[in-house]
């Protein structure tokens, strides 16, 4: 198995051109041996010298043993896409050293664990060779952390190659365990390989970093991170859960942030965390607890979507508010549960058997991970259904730039949900109550809760036909009222869920149309672009469904391209099946490729169309 | 008469059943109504919970005051695990079938006990897949012959032994046409901390009630064994009390077992001798009224609940979803906080 990061593309190519603070570095070594610590240092030192930096984990579906390719990419212009070049290898896996060797762009810089077998029969690098055992050999350190310890080397020689001040990386270390004693035990490491470099190192390469300011006041978080604070800020009170790759931290970071909702001076929780049997089971547990009355979510990934697909039928139906976090990987089936796609958009939209709507919130980043993350409830909750938010594996579980979250801006907002005493009030003024009846003409019923303490709170939620006084009913006029209320409230939905960001400049015939995590690529193919004299419009989708910005875009363009990262073009598919326009100024761009999308696949897509104009 | 909420037992009641007449389900409904009333429960508090099948349609025929839920085919105790957990103060009453339980829900029937939901978990079992016409479901004898789908080769599961095996800490079988037993199980079953089992044999009047058949009207009628007889006492009637021996149990003497309310039961041993107490007992007697196709009613096995699966969770004294808007959100100076760990 293996992983060309830079498919034919060369270092030199017009508009990703390499140089100081700017370039990707790539670490090879085996999944499992501890080298994601020293990757982070690595990214922290750079994030805490003030330069714009991602990383991107590419790693396999293993435990422990198999290739791991770790990208992080330095870019002074604030870029925090996937490069689709890496000028630095470091290779220090024995499995894939030589295809390493062989991928490096031109003009690269190879750094080698010397103890490996390998042969550098290539002339159009530089190499830098590091005898690690000899490096290590008088070194003081636990002897059990020798694997792990072996991976700091790499960091120490490159502070010296590329000029990353050792203090630094001794904070790197403290924020990265929060603790002194791992922090010295391994910059004592780094600090061996520094000097080691120094002594006998001599730079011939042309990259190095340089101390900016472009950090200041920003934060460096993982998406699922940002989901999980956000629902804590958004009242979530029972999670429910099954593991699945790559959604498994999400539920992780609310166990670690659950602080948050510790009462100080009870010290009990307003929170309840259920690990459950399988997605059947957890997505049932917080329907059941959205129909008592409290925010409820689950967080999971394609096939536990599949397993929740009847149950979130029900919850349309019977219109129970909840919250589902699909972190995506890739599909059909198993696929690759350590890829990233965004192959699940067609599937939720439509999620369940029979005529159903979902609401589906597609955050780009990690501020709109948090931000969704509390909204989606107060969605929910307004809407009375199940609102889905489709983030990924590249968002959920790689490192993101970000600007510090902002605290909710609006109060929580329960929606139609009527207490004792506004269901006394609401009898005043309506001498009756029916709960699935449309009193304010926008779908949405009133709602009461189980534990209401009046005589005629109760009804009966079923996934059977009902009319709108909550009783059984098999008469088709009854179905079609349902029905056609139903499909009222999705119309409400188009006011409620977040808009799209759109970039609109009149003179421009090219739009862009996309949502997710492609963002930071087609901000940067857009820059590189319109140096080349191509200005493009963009818009990104933030929800489905749509709202009227959406077809405005389209309409006020000669060209719209929807680039999307899933195989088949799903977006694309869906604004043919919803417009009621032409939409033959329509181009998909759909890559799926496993990995997330470059600046540079963007650029070079659209302008092979541009030119077949 | 009015009970001491001032209702009367027909407050109790649902919409009319569109069950088959005769239907063992119906009678249960009846029992469910009538243990409601004269345990005073106020209806506001309850749930009713069920799956999919002909009993998972009964919530909708008692208790009208209380809110319902007709889940999704076998997946009902998941629903009623979050919505016992979002709210601690509601009083969980859930019907399910021998088709809802014993084959799609056996996993979350198994997980529910595991994790000692507390609620009411009724089996309303007859061996047969009504709804679609007459299948055999897992529970149906070995050896039975149904019309259209021949002979069942295969043994049945038994829903009270795996709720042994499984940790409950209440588990009973009884016989829908034994109407006092039915009700004096249902109200100990209210009043237990913990998930309560009551697998109810309630013949098919329709696809499963020829007299061969142990889910039979017949068969049940002439061989159900009570295991005791079965007195359920309220909380505050404790006269008597001191007289009782409680502890060594002998051949004719009583037992009794208190519940967390502060309400017993009391049980007179018939033949079997059965100690519900005894967890290996409890097994035995199921094994030996498995082998011998016996129809043994009663308390199988009882002991004092442990935690519930809430209690295990440290929370709120005020239930989830009645949270205010502060305790659901913390403050912009928490926030503010968090994301320093990240600069």
Known sequence: MAINLQPGVQSQLRGYEPGVNNFSLMVATKNGSGSQTSNLVIIRSLFKMGIPVSGKNLFPSNIKGLPTWYTIRASKDGYTARRATTEIAIAFNQETITEDIFNLASGGVLITNQDLKYTVNRTDITVYELPVKDILEDAEYPKDLRERIINMVYVGACCHIFNIPLEITYEALLSQFGKEKPARINHAIIKIAYEWAQANLKKQDPFYFEPMDKTAGKILIEGNEA????SLFGGVSVVAWYPITPSTSLVDYVMSHMALRRDAETGKNTIAIVQAEDELAAVGMIIGAGWAGSRSMTATSGPGISLMAEFTGLAYFAEIPTVIWDVTRMGPSTGLPTRTSQGDLLFLYTLSHGDTHQIVLLP?????????????????????????VMSDLDIGMNLWLSNPFTYPDTPINKGKMLDKAKLEAFFEEHKEWFRYRDYDGDGVGYRTIPGTEHPRAAFFTR????NDMATYSERGEDWVTNMTRLRHKFETARGVVPKPVVDYNPANPIGILSFGSNDVAIAEARDI?????????????RALPFTPEVWQFIEQHDRVYVVENNFDGQMAQILRMESTMK??????????DTLPMTAYWIHTQILKHEEAQ | MANALGLERADYRGGTSTLCPGCGHDSISGQIISAAYDLNLPMWRVIKLSGIGCSSKTPAYFLKGSHGFNSVHGRMPSVATGATLANTDLIALAVSGDGDTGSIGFGQYKHLIRRNVPMVYIIENNGVYGLTKGQFSATADEGQFLKSYGKNDLPP?????????????????????????????????????????????????????????????????????????????APGFVQDREEITVGEYSEGEMIEVEMHDGSFIRLKKLDKGHDPRSRSEAMRILDEGGRDNLLLTGLIYYEEPRLTLAETMNLTATPLAHLNAS???PSAQQLEDVMKQYM
């Not at chain 1, 672009?529 to 989708?541: H, Q, W």
């Not at chain 2, 038994?158 to 829908?176: H, K, N, P, Q, Y």
Request: with cysteine; proline share 3%; charged share 20%.
């Open chain 1, 364 to 388: 780009a980043n990690a501020e709109e991970c948090f931000e969704f993350g509390w909204r989606s409830f107060d969605i929910a909750d307004q809407m009375q259904t199940p609102v889905f």
């Open chain 2, 157 to 233: 599961i038994d829903l009270c032994m795996e709720a042994v095996i499984g940790g409950a800490t209440f588990v009973a079988r009884s016989f829908s046409g034994d109407a006092k037993q039915v009700q004096s199980l249902l109200k100990a079953a209210i009043g237990h901390r913990g998930t309560a089992v009551i697998d109810i044999v309630s013949p098919c009047v329709t696809f499963n009630n020829s007299p061969e058949s142990t889910k039979s009207y017949d068969y049940g009628k002439e061989h159900e064994i009570p295991l005791h007889e079965i007195q359920y006492i």
């Open chain 1, 227 to 230: 989901a999980a604070i956000g």
């Open chain 1, 529 to 541: 672009m319109a140096t080349s004299g191509i200005e493009t419009n963009y818009l990104r989708v």
């Open chain 1, 583 to 592: 939409t033959n100024n329509m181009i998909s761009l759909a890559l799926g």
């Open chain 2, 327 to 329: 305790q659901m959100r």
């Open chain 1, 463 to 466: 996934g059977t036909g009902h």
